[in-house]
């Protein structure tokens, strides 16, 4: 078998996964978060909540250097994923040290993270997938890790989706928005004509939650 034909094969495998997404699944082939708007009113709303309830201002979040070297090398390091939840969770003041970090690549899902916690334990889940930047990594944990920062101030809107747009909002409030604008841009996923995205904003809306925090 010749390359030629390995790249034919591939072709069908990505327009068999098209259709299926497409016409079994019925999912559009780019994710529903990269066109869905978010209201700027909600976005308004979500910083105003966050100036008003929020008990600090936080300084831009920086990757310590040898955690983004080492992941870098190899993005799937779970020794130093975790140092990086562990560096997130501290700028949060939360001690990372003791949120299980799980990794694993779930097939066919378009989920990129999960948290669980009961206050006594917590349990961050990070999908991981093939075509993950390191600024995807980082913003899906920052986001999961801003879940906990919320639920221990008590911030949060009722409706679930609502509640998923202030998350983000606070991510980029509480000084991950460089990592949250570059790790949400819309990818191209591990088969031909199919894209991924991961995250409820898009850069766009960081850019605008940043100019409402400078009061622009």
């Known amino acids: 078998m010749t390359i030629a034909d390995i790249c034919e094969i591939l072709s069908y495998i990505g327009f068999a996964f098209f259709i299926i997404r497409l016409v079994i699944l019925r999912k559009s082939p780019v994710p529903s978060s990269a066109f869905k708007k978010v209201p700027r009113e ?53 001690k990372g040290e003791f949120i299980k970090l799980v990794v694993e690549d779930v097939l066919m899902t378009d989920r990129a993270g999960q948290i669980t916690t009961d206050l006594a334990f917590t349990t961050i889940r990070l999908d991981m997938k093939e075509h993950y930047t390191l600024d995807a990594v980082a913003a899906v944990l920052a986001h999961e890790a801003i879940h906990l920062h919320l639920y221990y101030e008590g911030i949060r809107f009722s409706d679930p989706w609502e509640n998923e747009i202030l998350t983000d909002t606070a991510a980029v409030y509480c000084g991950f928005g460089e990592y949250i604008y ?35």
């Open 42 to 94: 909600l976005l308004k709303e979500s910083v105003a909540l966050l100036e008003e309830k929020e008990k600090c201002l936080y300084e831009p979040y920086e990757m310590p250097p040898d955690i983004e070297a080492a992941l870098r090398k190899n993005l799937k390091d779970e020794f130093y994923l975790k140092k990086l939840l562990c560096s997130i969770c501290s700028h949060l003041d939360i």
């Open 182 to 216: 570059r790790g949400y841009a819309v990818m191209r996923g591990e088969f031909a004509l199919s894209y991924h995205k991961v995250g409820y904003i898009r850069q766009e809306d960081v850019r605008y939650i940043q100019k409402l925090m400078h009061g622009q």
